[in-house]
Protein backbone atom coordinates (compact mmCIF):
# COMPACT_ATOMS: atom_id res chain seq x y z
CA UNK A 1 0.00 0.00 0.00
CA UNK A 2 1.49 2.73 -1.17
CA UNK A 3 1.67 6.17 0.63
CA UNK A 4 1.99 9.72 -0.99
CA UNK A 5 5.79 9.72 -1.86
CA UNK A 6 8.15 12.85 -2.46
CA UNK A 7 9.70 10.26 -5.30
CA UNK A 8 9.59 11.56 -8.93
CA UNK A 9 8.86 7.98 -9.72
CA UNK A 10 5.77 7.79 -7.80
CA UNK A 11 5.06 11.17 -8.96
CA UNK A 12 5.15 10.14 -12.40
CA UNK A 13 3.07 6.89 -12.29
CA UNK A 14 0.51 8.76 -10.11
CA UNK A 15 -0.32 5.61 -8.16
CA UNK A 16 -0.69 7.32 -4.42
CA UNK A 17 -2.71 6.59 -1.85
CA UNK A 18 -6.22 7.61 -1.47
CA UNK A 19 -7.36 9.38 2.05
CA UNK A 20 -11.05 8.88 1.54
CA UNK A 21 -11.84 5.23 2.20
CA UNK A 22 -15.24 3.41 3.12
CA UNK A 23 -15.65 3.27 6.53
CA UNK A 24 -18.49 1.23 8.31
CA UNK A 25 -20.02 4.27 9.50
CA UNK A 26 -20.15 5.53 6.05
CA UNK A 27 -21.98 2.35 4.82
CA UNK A 28 -24.70 2.65 7.38
CA UNK A 29 -25.32 6.14 6.63
CA UNK A 30 -25.98 4.52 3.38
CA UNK A 31 -28.32 1.60 4.40
CA UNK A 32 -29.62 3.21 6.98
CA UNK A 33 -28.80 0.64 9.64
CA UNK A 34 -26.00 -0.36 11.77
CA UNK A 35 -24.35 -3.73 11.50
CA UNK A 36 -23.84 -6.40 14.51
CA UNK A 37 -22.92 -9.68 15.62
CA UNK A 38 -25.93 -11.97 16.32
CA UNK A 39 -24.48 -14.71 18.49
CA UNK A 40 -26.94 -17.88 18.76
CA UNK A 41 -25.36 -19.95 21.19
CA UNK A 42 -27.24 -23.61 22.43
CA UNK A 43 -27.47 -27.39 22.23
CA UNK A 44 -27.48 -29.32 19.12
CA UNK A 45 -30.99 -29.12 18.29
CA UNK A 46 -31.82 -26.16 20.41
CA UNK A 47 -33.11 -23.96 17.41
CA UNK A 48 -30.12 -21.42 16.73
CA UNK A 49 -30.27 -22.10 13.11
CA UNK A 50 -33.86 -22.07 12.10
CA UNK A 51 -33.89 -19.24 14.53
CA UNK A 52 -31.12 -17.46 12.97
CA UNK A 53 -32.44 -17.66 9.60
CA UNK A 54 -35.78 -17.15 10.38
CA UNK A 55 -34.59 -13.68 11.85
CA UNK A 56 -32.43 -13.03 8.60
CA UNK A 57 -35.77 -13.88 6.20
CA UNK A 58 -37.32 -11.39 8.58
CA UNK A 59 -34.50 -8.59 8.07
CA UNK A 60 -34.23 -9.26 4.34
CA UNK A 61 -37.64 -9.12 3.74
CA UNK A 62 -37.45 -5.41 5.29
CA UNK A 63 -34.73 -4.52 3.45
CA UNK A 64 -31.72 -4.65 5.95
CA UNK A 65 -28.52 -6.20 4.62
CA UNK A 66 -27.50 -9.68 6.32
CA UNK A 67 -25.71 -12.88 6.10
CA UNK A 68 -26.00 -16.57 8.42
CA UNK A 69 -22.74 -18.00 9.52
CA UNK A 70 -23.45 -21.52 10.38
CA UNK A 71 -22.02 -25.43 10.20
CA UNK A 72 -23.19 -25.38 6.00
CA UNK A 73 -20.61 -22.51 5.02
CA UNK A 74 -18.12 -22.93 7.55
CA UNK A 75 -17.15 -26.24 8.14
CA UNK A 76 -17.28 -27.33 4.79
CA UNK A 77 -15.42 -24.28 3.67
CA UNK A 78 -13.36 -22.03 5.81
CA UNK A 79 -12.77 -24.61 8.87
CA UNK A 80 -12.92 -27.77 6.50
CA UNK A 81 -9.62 -27.99 7.77
CA UNK A 82 -10.49 -28.42 11.19
CA UNK A 83 -11.76 -31.63 12.89
CA UNK A 84 -13.48 -31.70 16.67
CA UNK A 85 -10.74 -31.85 19.38
CA UNK A 86 -10.88 -29.16 21.69
CA UNK A 87 -8.34 -27.43 19.91
CA UNK A 88 -9.64 -27.49 16.75
CA UNK A 89 -13.45 -26.59 18.46
CA UNK A 90 -11.31 -23.69 19.57
CA UNK A 91 -9.48 -22.61 16.27
CA UNK A 92 -13.13 -23.02 14.54
CA UNK A 93 -14.60 -20.69 17.02
CA UNK A 94 -11.82 -18.44 16.53
CA UNK A 95 -12.33 -18.23 12.90
CA UNK A 96 -16.14 -17.92 12.97
CA UNK A 97 -15.60 -14.82 15.19
CA UNK A 98 -12.62 -13.26 12.98
CA UNK A 99 -15.06 -13.73 9.92
CA UNK A 100 -17.84 -12.12 12.00
CA UNK A 101 -16.02 -8.91 12.48
CA UNK A 102 -15.44 -8.55 8.79
CA UNK A 103 -18.78 -9.09 7.96
CA UNK A 104 -19.74 -6.11 10.69
CA UNK A 105 -17.07 -4.34 9.15
CA UNK A 106 -18.53 -4.45 5.82
CA UNK A 107 -21.85 -3.19 7.46
CA UNK A 108 -23.46 -6.24 7.42
CA UNK A 109 -25.55 -7.92 10.50
CA UNK A 110 -24.42 -11.29 10.70
CA UNK A 111 -25.97 -14.03 12.53
CA UNK A 112 -23.77 -17.20 13.52
CA UNK A 113 -25.52 -19.75 14.69
CA UNK A 114 -22.89 -22.43 16.40
CA UNK A 115 -23.32 -24.42 19.47
CA UNK A 116 -19.74 -22.88 20.91
CA UNK A 117 -20.12 -24.46 24.05
CA UNK A 118 -17.71 -23.07 25.62
CA UNK A 119 -17.43 -19.77 27.88
CA UNK A 120 -14.36 -18.73 26.84
CA UNK A 121 -14.32 -18.90 23.29
CA UNK A 122 -17.56 -16.65 23.28
CA UNK A 123 -15.93 -14.29 24.81
CA UNK A 124 -12.79 -14.32 22.85
CA UNK A 125 -15.18 -13.72 20.14
CA UNK A 126 -16.93 -11.11 21.66
CA UNK A 127 -13.99 -8.95 23.01
CA UNK A 128 -12.72 -8.27 19.60
CA UNK A 129 -15.37 -5.89 18.81
CA UNK A 130 -16.88 -2.79 20.51
CA UNK A 131 -18.79 -3.54 23.13
CA UNK A 132 -22.50 -2.65 21.41
CA UNK A 133 -21.40 -4.63 18.66
CA UNK A 134 -22.09 -8.40 19.91
CA UNK A 135 -25.56 -9.97 21.14
CA UNK A 136 -25.31 -13.35 22.62
CA UNK A 137 -28.38 -15.32 21.97
CA UNK A 138 -28.49 -17.93 24.58
CA UNK A 139 -30.93 -20.46 22.97
CA UNK A 140 -32.59 -22.18 25.83
CA UNK A 141 -34.04 -25.54 25.48
CA UNK A 142 -33.22 -28.50 27.80
CA UNK A 143 -31.21 -31.00 26.57
CA UNK A 144 -34.86 -33.39 26.91
CA UNK A 145 -36.25 -31.14 24.26
CA UNK A 146 -33.13 -31.53 22.39
CA UNK A 147 -32.55 -34.73 22.44
CA UNK A 148 -36.32 -35.50 22.17
CA UNK A 149 -35.77 -33.45 18.43
CA UNK A 150 -32.84 -35.03 17.50
CA UNK A 151 -33.86 -34.80 13.84
CA UNK A 152 -29.81 -35.94 12.99
CA UNK A 153 -29.86 -38.44 15.14
CA UNK A 154 -26.60 -37.24 16.53
CA UNK A 155 -28.15 -37.83 19.78
CA UNK A 156 -28.87 -41.13 19.80
CA UNK A 157 -25.14 -41.91 17.97
CA UNK A 158 -23.51 -39.81 21.29
CA UNK A 159 -25.47 -42.61 23.89
CA UNK A 160 -24.19 -44.89 21.71
CA UNK A 161 -20.16 -43.80 22.24
CA UNK A 162 -20.47 -43.73 18.08
CA UNK A 163 -19.54 -39.97 18.56
CA UNK A 164 -17.18 -38.74 20.77
CA UNK A 165 -17.06 -35.26 22.96
CA UNK A 166 -21.01 -34.27 21.97
CA UNK A 167 -21.64 -31.35 24.00
CA UNK A 168 -24.32 -32.10 26.28
CA UNK A 169 -24.05 -35.75 26.79
CA UNK A 170 -19.84 -37.01 26.58
CA UNK A 171 -18.93 -32.96 26.79
CA UNK A 172 -19.66 -29.60 28.72
CA UNK A 173 -22.50 -26.93 27.18
CA UNK A 174 -21.42 -23.76 29.30
CA UNK A 175 -24.41 -21.84 29.82
CA UNK A 176 -23.88 -17.79 29.09
CA UNK A 177 -23.97 -16.21 32.48
CA UNK A 178 -25.03 -13.16 31.44
CA UNK A 179 -26.18 -13.33 27.54
CA UNK A 180 -27.79 -10.03 25.90
CA UNK A 181 -30.57 -12.72 25.13
CA UNK A 182 -32.09 -15.40 26.97
CA UNK A 183 -34.91 -17.32 24.23
CA UNK A 184 -36.60 -20.11 25.49
CA UNK A 185 -36.54 -22.07 22.18
CA UNK A 186 -37.77 -24.99 24.44
CA UNK A 187 -41.47 -23.98 24.16
CA UNK A 188 -41.57 -20.31 22.51
CA UNK A 189 -43.17 -20.40 18.99
CA UNK A 190 -40.70 -19.39 16.01
CA UNK A 191 -42.87 -16.22 15.20
CA UNK A 192 -42.47 -15.31 19.21
CA UNK A 193 -38.83 -15.77 19.43
CA UNK A 194 -38.09 -13.80 16.07
CA UNK A 195 -39.50 -11.17 17.72
CA UNK A 196 -37.81 -11.28 20.75
CA UNK A 197 -34.55 -10.99 18.59
CA UNK A 198 -35.86 -7.96 16.55
CA UNK A 199 -36.93 -5.99 19.26
CA UNK A 200 -33.48 -6.00 20.93
CA UNK A 201 -32.17 -4.93 17.37
CA UNK A 202 -34.76 -2.14 17.47
CA UNK A 203 -33.62 -1.45 21.62
CA UNK A 204 -30.23 -1.17 20.56
CA UNK A 205 -31.09 1.12 17.51
CA UNK A 206 -29.21 -1.13 14.93
CA UNK A 207 -32.43 -1.22 12.73
CA UNK A 208 -35.04 1.42 13.06
CA UNK A 209 -38.01 -0.67 12.77
CA UNK A 210 -39.67 -3.60 10.88
CA UNK A 211 -42.94 -4.01 9.09
CA UNK A 212 -43.06 -7.86 8.03
CA UNK A 213 -41.54 -9.78 10.20
CA UNK A 214 -42.42 -13.20 8.75
CA UNK B 1 -31.60 -27.89 11.99
CA UNK B 2 -34.53 -29.09 12.73
CA UNK B 3 -36.84 -29.92 9.32
CA UNK B 4 -39.91 -30.84 9.85
CA UNK B 5 -41.10 -33.22 12.11
CA UNK B 6 -44.04 -35.48 12.86
CA UNK B 7 -43.21 -35.49 16.42
CA UNK B 8 -45.45 -34.43 18.96
CA UNK B 9 -43.33 -32.09 21.11
CA UNK B 10 -41.75 -30.71 17.68
CA UNK B 11 -45.46 -29.24 17.03
CA UNK B 12 -46.01 -27.97 20.42
CA UNK B 13 -43.00 -26.11 20.45
CA UNK B 14 -43.19 -25.17 16.84
CA UNK B 15 -39.71 -24.70 16.59
CA UNK B 16 -39.95 -25.89 12.20
CA UNK B 17 -37.70 -25.37 9.23
CA UNK B 18 -39.12 -22.69 6.97
CA UNK B 19 -38.26 -23.17 3.18
CA UNK B 20 -37.94 -19.55 2.55
CA UNK B 21 -34.15 -18.46 3.14
CA UNK B 22 -32.03 -15.78 1.84
CA UNK B 23 -30.00 -16.81 -1.14
CA UNK B 24 -27.78 -14.76 -3.62
CA UNK B 25 -30.07 -14.01 -6.16
CA UNK B 26 -32.63 -12.83 -3.89
CA UNK B 27 -30.29 -9.92 -2.27
CA UNK B 28 -28.51 -9.27 -5.92
CA UNK B 29 -32.60 -8.74 -7.08
CA UNK B 30 -33.12 -5.98 -3.74
CA UNK B 31 -29.76 -3.94 -4.38
CA UNK B 32 -29.93 -4.07 -7.90
CA UNK B 33 -26.47 -5.89 -8.64
CA UNK B 34 -24.44 -9.01 -8.52
CA UNK B 35 -21.72 -9.70 -5.98
CA UNK B 36 -18.18 -10.94 -7.25
CA UNK B 37 -14.80 -11.57 -6.46
CA UNK B 38 -12.34 -9.08 -7.64
CA UNK B 39 -8.91 -10.80 -6.95
CA UNK B 40 -6.09 -8.33 -6.92
CA UNK B 41 -2.34 -10.02 -7.47
CA UNK B 42 0.97 -8.76 -8.31
CA UNK B 43 4.07 -7.62 -6.70
CA UNK B 44 4.16 -5.42 -3.28
CA UNK B 45 4.09 -2.28 -4.27
CA UNK B 46 2.43 -3.24 -7.18
CA UNK B 47 -0.56 -0.78 -6.20
CA UNK B 48 -3.28 -3.60 -5.55
CA UNK B 49 -4.55 -2.10 -2.40
CA UNK B 50 -4.26 1.36 -3.61
CA UNK B 51 -6.15 0.25 -6.54
CA UNK B 52 -8.44 -2.08 -4.63
CA UNK B 53 -9.35 0.83 -2.05
CA UNK B 54 -9.93 3.37 -5.30
CA UNK B 55 -11.89 1.04 -6.77
CA UNK B 56 -14.02 0.37 -3.59
CA UNK B 57 -14.93 4.24 -3.30
CA UNK B 58 -16.17 4.36 -6.60
CA UNK B 59 -18.54 1.82 -6.46
CA UNK B 60 -19.44 2.77 -2.53
CA UNK B 61 -19.94 5.81 -3.47
CA UNK B 62 -22.81 4.98 -6.33
CA UNK B 63 -24.47 2.76 -3.71
CA UNK B 64 -22.65 -0.72 -4.53
CA UNK B 65 -22.49 -2.84 -1.70
CA UNK B 66 -18.89 -3.99 -1.78
CA UNK B 67 -15.55 -4.59 1.25
CA UNK B 68 -11.80 -5.03 0.66
CA UNK B 69 -9.87 -7.83 2.27
CA UNK B 70 -6.40 -6.75 2.49
CA UNK B 71 -3.54 -7.33 4.87
CA UNK B 72 -4.23 -5.07 7.50
CA UNK B 73 -7.47 -6.89 8.12
CA UNK B 74 -6.80 -10.05 7.31
CA UNK B 75 -2.98 -10.63 8.41
CA UNK B 76 -3.78 -9.43 12.21
CA UNK B 77 -7.35 -11.33 12.90
CA UNK B 78 -8.30 -14.32 10.86
CA UNK B 79 -4.69 -15.16 9.59
CA UNK B 80 -2.95 -14.30 12.63
CA UNK B 81 -2.03 -17.34 13.58
CA UNK B 82 -0.09 -18.18 9.82
CA UNK B 83 3.49 -16.97 9.19
CA UNK B 84 5.75 -16.80 5.76
CA UNK B 85 6.50 -20.06 5.26
CA UNK B 86 5.53 -21.96 1.87
CA UNK B 87 2.81 -23.88 3.94
CA UNK B 88 1.70 -21.09 5.70
CA UNK B 89 1.46 -18.78 3.01
CA UNK B 90 -0.81 -21.11 1.03
CA UNK B 91 -2.98 -21.40 3.65
CA UNK B 92 -3.30 -17.69 4.31
CA UNK B 93 -4.68 -17.18 0.69
CA UNK B 94 -7.00 -20.83 0.96
CA UNK B 95 -8.71 -19.09 3.54
CA UNK B 96 -8.92 -15.04 1.72
CA UNK B 97 -10.81 -17.64 -0.73
CA UNK B 98 -13.52 -19.53 1.39
CA UNK B 99 -13.61 -16.11 2.89
CA UNK B 100 -14.30 -13.97 -0.35
CA UNK B 101 -16.92 -16.89 -1.20
CA UNK B 102 -19.21 -16.20 2.09
CA UNK B 103 -19.09 -12.31 0.84
CA UNK B 104 -20.11 -13.38 -2.64
CA UNK B 105 -22.57 -15.42 -1.54
CA UNK B 106 -24.04 -12.52 0.72
CA UNK B 107 -24.69 -10.11 -2.21
CA UNK B 108 -21.33 -8.43 -1.66
CA UNK B 109 -18.58 -7.33 -4.59
CA UNK B 110 -15.48 -8.07 -2.77
CA UNK B 111 -11.92 -6.81 -3.16
CA UNK B 112 -8.69 -9.23 -2.46
CA UNK B 113 -5.41 -7.22 -2.05
CA UNK B 114 -2.67 -9.86 -1.62
CA UNK B 115 0.48 -11.01 -3.79
CA UNK B 116 -0.84 -13.82 -3.84
CA UNK B 117 1.98 -15.27 -6.54
CA UNK B 118 1.18 -18.93 -6.70
CA UNK B 119 -0.75 -19.85 -9.75
CA UNK B 120 -1.89 -22.99 -7.90
CA UNK B 121 -3.20 -20.82 -5.00
CA UNK B 122 -5.17 -18.18 -7.19
CA UNK B 123 -6.64 -20.76 -9.29
CA UNK B 124 -8.00 -22.93 -6.02
CA UNK B 125 -9.67 -19.92 -4.82
CA UNK B 126 -11.24 -19.51 -8.38
CA UNK B 127 -12.36 -23.06 -8.66
CA UNK B 128 -14.34 -22.24 -5.27
CA UNK B 129 -17.08 -20.36 -7.28
CA UNK B 130 -18.86 -19.69 -10.55
CA UNK B 131 -17.24 -18.90 -13.51
CA UNK B 132 -18.47 -16.29 -13.82
CA UNK B 133 -17.62 -15.13 -10.13
CA UNK B 134 -13.93 -14.15 -10.41
CA UNK B 135 -11.75 -11.57 -11.92
CA UNK B 136 -8.56 -11.57 -11.64
CA UNK B 137 -6.39 -8.24 -12.20
CA UNK B 138 -3.26 -8.58 -12.62
CA UNK B 139 -1.67 -5.35 -11.51
CA UNK B 140 1.47 -5.49 -13.48
CA UNK B 141 4.22 -3.04 -12.34
CA UNK B 142 7.71 -4.37 -13.14
CA UNK B 143 9.73 -5.62 -10.26
CA UNK B 144 12.50 -2.26 -10.87
CA UNK B 145 9.31 0.48 -10.69
CA UNK B 146 8.08 -1.29 -7.38
CA UNK B 147 11.04 -1.72 -5.66
CA UNK B 148 12.01 1.93 -6.49
CA UNK B 149 8.76 3.19 -4.56
CA UNK B 150 9.63 0.91 -1.49
CA UNK B 151 7.83 2.62 0.70
CA UNK B 152 7.35 0.34 3.34
CA UNK B 153 11.64 -0.30 2.93
CA UNK B 154 10.77 -4.15 2.29
CA UNK B 155 12.81 -4.63 -1.07
CA UNK B 156 15.75 -3.01 0.90
CA UNK B 157 15.40 -5.79 3.84
CA UNK B 158 14.95 -8.14 0.97
CA UNK B 159 17.99 -7.57 -0.48
CA UNK B 160 19.80 -7.57 2.60
CA UNK B 161 18.85 -10.64 3.68
CA UNK B 162 16.76 -9.21 6.44
CA UNK B 163 13.52 -10.95 4.56
CA UNK B 164 13.89 -14.44 3.42
CA UNK B 165 11.12 -15.59 0.84
CA UNK B 166 10.07 -12.33 -0.49
CA UNK B 167 8.39 -12.42 -3.88
CA UNK B 168 10.41 -10.58 -6.78
CA UNK B 169 13.69 -11.09 -4.80
CA UNK B 170 14.29 -14.41 -3.22
CA UNK B 171 10.73 -15.96 -4.06
CA UNK B 172 9.24 -16.04 -7.48
CA UNK B 173 5.99 -14.44 -8.81
CA UNK B 174 4.39 -16.37 -11.34
CA UNK B 175 2.12 -13.99 -13.41
CA UNK B 176 -1.44 -14.78 -14.13
CA UNK B 177 -1.63 -16.79 -18.03
CA UNK B 178 -5.38 -15.43 -18.52
CA UNK B 179 -6.49 -12.74 -16.01
CA UNK B 180 -9.53 -11.34 -16.77
CA UNK B 181 -7.87 -8.02 -16.58
CA UNK B 182 -3.90 -6.69 -16.64
CA UNK B 183 -3.49 -3.17 -15.59
CA UNK B 184 -0.17 -1.71 -16.25
CA UNK B 185 0.23 0.08 -12.70
CA UNK B 186 3.50 0.63 -13.39
CA UNK B 187 2.84 3.44 -15.92
CA UNK B 188 -1.05 4.52 -15.80
CA UNK B 189 -2.87 6.81 -13.76
CA UNK B 190 -4.78 5.32 -11.23
CA UNK B 191 -8.01 7.51 -12.43
CA UNK B 192 -7.54 5.44 -15.39
CA UNK B 193 -6.74 1.69 -13.98
CA UNK B 194 -10.24 2.18 -11.73
CA UNK B 195 -12.16 2.86 -15.28
CA UNK B 196 -10.50 -0.37 -16.63
CA UNK B 197 -11.92 -2.14 -13.64
CA UNK B 198 -14.97 -0.72 -13.66
CA UNK B 199 -15.35 -1.24 -17.17
CA UNK B 200 -14.89 -4.64 -16.93
CA UNK B 201 -17.28 -5.19 -13.82
CA UNK B 202 -20.01 -3.38 -16.02
CA UNK B 203 -18.91 -5.47 -19.20
CA UNK B 204 -19.74 -8.76 -16.98
CA UNK B 205 -23.43 -7.18 -15.61
CA UNK B 206 -22.42 -7.02 -12.39
CA UNK B 207 -23.02 -3.27 -11.82
CA UNK B 208 -25.32 -1.74 -14.70
CA UNK B 209 -23.31 1.88 -14.67
CA UNK B 210 -21.45 4.20 -12.81
CA UNK B 211 -22.33 8.38 -12.71
CA UNK B 212 -18.94 9.54 -9.93
CA UNK B 213 -15.89 7.07 -10.44
CA UNK B 214 -13.52 9.41 -8.40
Redesign the interface.
Known amino acids: ???K?Q?P??KA??????Q???DRE??SK?RGHRSSILWFTGLS?S?K???A??V??AL?KN?Y?????????IRH??CK?LGFSDVDRE?NIR?IG??S???L????IVLTAFVSPFRVDRENARS?VGKNDFIEIYCS?DLS?CE??D?KGLYAKARNGEINHFTGISSPYEVPQSPELKID??????DK?VDLVISQLVKKKIISKISDSL
Chains 1, 2 share one sequence.
Open positions: MEQSSLSTNIVWHSSVSIQGGSTLNANVHGATYVLDGDNGLDEREVKLFDAGILAVTRTTGNLKIC
